[in-house]
């Protein structure tokens, strides 16, 4: 029987769902159950516009589920990857000038080129709250249009700029326009992609960073060799800011708002697009702001503990993204040198990223990963401290400077296992801003621990990199500790509610095939209250990723 022969859209009489009257529900070989929660269907997931009665599971096979992915994977992952790799080009485009004497045109002194890097995360920490708000209320993909076009004209602007005064303001525009993006980003995986295969998208998009790092350090050493009117760093910000407006109709013309609004797919596609997320207990979006949710981000402690483990991963990561050319620079190399030596740096960061994703995919666990990817460069950073800078060590110091690159993988890992252990729309959105407001913290830190003045050596902030990593593996630790316990509450939950308390969580498998599960493995959860946008703490259905 197909979906439209199963129900039909609920009327308003129908548009509540009561807990006094349990709705129960037969599918397949799924156990009956029933929700347990009095929602209004008006303001429930945008996905009841195409499925009618949310809590009545149309089954999606095997072959229904590649078919769509494929597509899903074919028109949104390019438009993510790409997006995001100008964002990383624009942000970045400030190192790159570095080697290229921005710091002596526009007579920067003491901490100051530091606080062209900083200056960014100020902005996007002031718009972050806005930023939320606004992208529950308007069209996601026009609202993400707007703001790659806006920040494509900061950077060619930038280009006028000669003095600090003139930089900083370039660059404060600069993450106001940018300050959406890895929300919008982490949005979009959520809405399309299962819990199981968030982690490898996310992390591709995330590794577009090492793209960028590739391809812009290989475009700005032809474009550093251009002699003319201008100086070299404004040229390469001119350059990068005119090619992102002029690849930003692509968002608007492609990317759709959600998965019931996409163009790609027909009707039963979009069902399978929505039903393939059921599992997830996380649904797609809602255009409604709900203020008791935003009051469950507060009281969660699970918000705290994240924000925590961002902070300490992106104040390391603050500092060598701005100071990376330099530091390879204090190894005793000249500025070209620098600019090629940074290339495989960067295409460690694509395959780490890429690594890190594929094992937690497959393990279906964040925590190892984590925890494993942070030894490296604590190991990589004492040797940089304890190391000499005599020109015998070059090579060494740069061995050890691409072990450091490890921990570009942890950053995508704890955007996917927060976003992947938060439900309900206001609520996802809500958490992804507080996470990016970590992320401006660190990265505001991260620079200013580091100067100019401190070369080659860069005690100061390798020591302060060292401890982050030290404390980062810890945290990780306490987190995956507390998402047991939250577990364990939510069994005994489902147990007083005479669900079965075991179930498996069906939304880490690989849905292009049949598995079988057994007793032992727990029964099958039908995951009928997915789309009545309740948060992971309302569900007790919810089970949290370790």
């Not at 003095?163 to 929300?183: D, H, Q, V």
């Not at 090579?395 to 690159?405: A, D, E, K, M, R």
Request: proline letters at 5%; glycine letters at 6%; hydrophobic letters at 45%.
């Amino acid at each position: 029987m197909s979906h439209s022969e199963e129900k039909q859209p609920p009327s308003p009489s129908d548009s509540v769902l009561k807990t006094e009257e349990p709705v129960h529900i037969e599918s397949g070989n799924a156990r009956p159950s029933a929700v347990t929660h009095q929602v209004d269907l008006k303001k429930a997931d945008a996905a009841v516009a195409i499925l009618g009665d949310p809590t009545i599971v149309r089954e999606v096979t095997p072959e229904e589920n590649r078919k769509v992915l494929r597509k899903i994977d074919f028109w949104i992952m390019p438009v993510v990857v790409l997006v995001y790799m100008l964002q990383q080009l624009d942000k970045s485009s400030l190192s790159y000038t570095s080697v290229f004497g921005i710091v002596t045109d526009a007579h920067l002194h003491g901490t100051q080129y530091s606080w062209l890097t900083s200056i960014v995360y100020i902005a996007q920490l002031i718009w972050q709250p806005a930023s939320s708000y606004m992208l529950v209320r308007f069209p996601l993909s026009k609202y993400l249009f707007v703001h790659v076009v806006m920040w494509g004209v900061c950077v060619a602007s930038t280009a006028a700029a000669k003095n600090f005064s003139g930089l900083m303001a370039a660059r404060f525009f600069l993450g106001l326009f940018e300050a959406t993006i890895a929300p919008c980003f982490i949005t979009i995986t959520q809405m399309w992609w299962k819990r199981r295969e968030q982690t490898f998208r996310l992390a591709m998009w995330m590794a577009a960073n090492g793209g960028t790092g590739m391809f812009g350090s290989l475009l700005t050493y032809g474009l550093g060799h251009i002699h003319g009117s201008l100086r070299p760093y404004q040229v390469i910000f001119l350059f990068i800011g005119l090619l992102t407006i002029a690849l930003s109709p692509i968002v608007y013309f492609v990317l759709p708002d959600s998965p019931t609004k996409a163009r790609f797919l027909n009707k039963e596609e979009k069902i399978i697009a929505v039903e393939r997320l059921r599992s997830n207990n996380q649904g797609t979006e809602t255009k409604i702001w709900k203020w008791e949710q935003v009051w469950d981000v507060v009281t969660d402690p699970k918000t705290y503990l994240f924000f925590i483990a961002l902070v300490l991963c992106t104040i390391p990561s603050g500092g060598i993204s701005a100071f990376g050319p330099l530091i390879i620079q204090g190894f005793g190399f000249d500025q070209f040198h620098t600019i090629l030596f940074n290339i495989p740096f960067s295409a460690l960061q694509v395959v780490l990223t890429l690594t890190a994703g594929h094992m937690a995919q497959v393990l279906k666990l964040k925590s190892a990963v984590l925890f494993f990817f942070c030894l490296p460069p604590i190991g990589a950073a004492a040797a940089l401290l304890t190391l000499g800078r005599g020109p015998e060590l070059r090579n060494t110091l740069l061995g050890c400077y691409y072990v450091v690159s490890f921990f570009t993988a942890i950053q995508p890992m704890l955007y996917t296992w927060s976003a992947q252990n938060t439900a309900g729309h206001t609520k996802k959105t809500c958490t992804t801003g507080i996470i990016f407001v970590a992320q401006c913290v660190g990265n505001i830190i991260g620079p200013l621990l580091y100067k100019t003045e401190d070369k080659p050596y860069y005690r100061k902030g390798l020591i302060a990199n060292l401890v982050c990593w030290i404390a980062l593996a810890i945290m990780v630790l306490v987190i995956t500790a507390y998402l047991s316990w939250a577990n364990k509450r939510h069994e005994q939950r489902r147990i007083a509610l005479g669900k079965p308390g075991k179930v498996v969580d069906t939304s880490l498998d690989d849905g292009s095939k049949e598995k079988k599960i057994t007793s032992e493995d727990g029964e099958v959860a039908t995951n009928e209250q997915s789309f009545l946008d309740l948060t992971d703490r309302q569900n007790e259905d919810f089970i949290y990723v370790l």
